[in-house]
């Protein structure tokens, strides 16, 4: 600060310049002080001015947006995107949501993944409302915010909840505005209910070990398909989950 504001002219010690300066005495003389600084090396020449102070902080900050940015297309480059076989995976879950048919039979037997009766009703049971609520809530309007139903009529919250839905038209329409930023396209709609539709932890469940392991190659599928994507929310995947 001395050399930047050219203030050492302006400096006087009241003992002739003999001070001596240590922690405890440093603030007592400024000129003895600076007369120390110079002594142990400091070269007034190095010292920056204003708009060479104003230059290096730009060159600093310029180079950390630099190294961000370079750390953010590694990361992008770094993120696994889906395998051959996951690739038919994905093809083959979502068929099976865009057709709910016979898909699903043949679904499981290329998959190689056949359930005991028991469990496949528990599995559908239990992931039935999820579903439908996840489906209907993927016909949330934003703009309009109200709600597609068959037959394309718009719904309100307050007209679907007085059509006899209650409180479950509340969670429906809080979860399509949730999703709504997400902009999911139909794979990735389908890899959801995959992931929702194989829930070990279903009460009465046989094969949980097979059912967790299934889930978990859904999810990893997902990932990866989210990966493919390149969606520009940051941090998407744990967003969605």
């Excluded at 302006?10 to 300066?21: A, F, V």
């Excluded at 051959?84 to 898909?103: D, F």
């Excluded at 309009?144 to 919250?157: D, F, I, P, Q």
Aim: aromatic share 6%.
């Amino acid at each position: 600060r001395t050399i930047q504001k050219n203030l050492h002219p302006t400096y006087s010690c009241k003992y002739d310049g003999c001070c001596i300066i240590d922690k405890i005495t440093r603030n007592q003389c400024q000129l003895c002080r600076f007369k120390k600084c110079i002594a142990v090396g400091m070269a007034m020449d190095l010292v920056l001015d204003d708009s060479k102070r104003v230059a290096k902080r730009r060159l600093i900050e310029e180079n950390r947006e630099r190294r961000k940015k370079e750390e953010m297309v590694k990361s992008l480059q770094s993120r696994p995107e889906p395998t051959g076989a996951e690739w038919e995976l994905i093809r083959l879950v979502t068929e099976a949501h865009r057709h709910t048919n016979a898909q699903g039979s043949q679904w499981k037997q290329k998959r190689k993944f056949l359930l005991p009766c028991e469990d496949q009703i528990i599995l559908l049971k239990g992931c039935c409302m999820e579903i439908m609520s996840l489906r209907a809530a993927m016909r949330y309007d934003p703009d309009s915010e109200t709600l597609t139903l068959s037959g394309e009529m718009a719904v309100k919250r307050e007209q679907l909840k007085n059509g006899g839905l209650g409180v479950v038209s509340d969670a429906i329409f809080d979860l399509g505005k949730s999703l709504a930023q997400f902009n999911l396209d139909d794979t990735e709609v389908a890899l959801l209910q995959a992931v929702l539709l194989m829930s070990s932890d279903r009460s009465g469940l046989t094969c949980t070990d097979k059912i967790e392991k299934c889930q978990e190659t859904y999810l990893l599928a997902f990932e990866h398909y989210i990966n493919y994507r390149k969606h520009n929310i940051p941090h998407f995947w744990p967003k969605l989950l």
